[in-house]
C-alpha cells in the first residue's frame, strides 16, 4: 500500500503547507534525503503560543506534536513531488517550549512520532531528539523539523 491509499483509509487530508516566515527554504534535497525546516502549529491562521506545563498541557501540546507531523508530510511531498515519492521517516527533532521544570518532551514528541509511524508503518520509525527550551519562533509552543527518504533519490 503506497502513502496516498493509506491516507484515503485513514481519512487524513493533509493540510495546506505552510510558506516560510524568513529567510530559508522550506525544504531541501540531498541525495534521497529531504531536510525540511521548522514547523510550527498555527489555529485560523495564527501561531498557537504559550508554554507547556505552564499555559497548557501534555495531551494539548502531544495533538500540536501530532498535526505538525501531518504538516511536514504535506511540505515533504510538496517538495518531492508527490505524496508516493516518500519512502520514510530518517528523523525528527521536536522543540518544545517548556514551563521550568516540565521534563515530558518525549511525551509530546510522541505525538508527532506517533503518527508518523500510523502513516508509513516500519518506515515511520525514525530517529529522534526532543528538545525543552525557554522560547521559540513567534512564541511557539512546539517546533517539529525532520529528514525524510525519497524513493528513487533525487
Known sequence: MNLSQRLTELRITLPAPGMPAGSYVPARHHGNLLHLSGHIPRREGKVVTGRVGQ???????????????????????????????????????????????????????????????????????????????????????VEVEGIFELEGGR
Not at 99 to 123: R, Y
Open 55 to 141: 499555559d497548557m498541557d501534555l495531551e494539548t501540546a502531544r495533538e500540536l506534536a501530532r498535526g505538525l507531523a501531518l504538516e511536514l508530510v504535506a511540505s515533504a511531498a510538496l517538495a518531492a513531488g508527490g505524496v508516493d515519492r516518500l519512502a520514510g521517516v530518517v528523523k525528527l527533532v521536536v522543540f518544545v517550549r517548556s514551563a521550568s521544570g516540565f521534563d515530558q518532551q518525549p511525551a509530546v514528541a510522541n505525538g508527532a512520532s506517533d503518527q508518523l509511524v500510523e502513516l508509513f508503518g516500519e518506515a515511520g520509525r525514525h530517529a529522534r531528539s526532543a528538545i525543552g527550551v525557554s522560547e521559540l519562533p513567534l512564541g511557539a509552543a
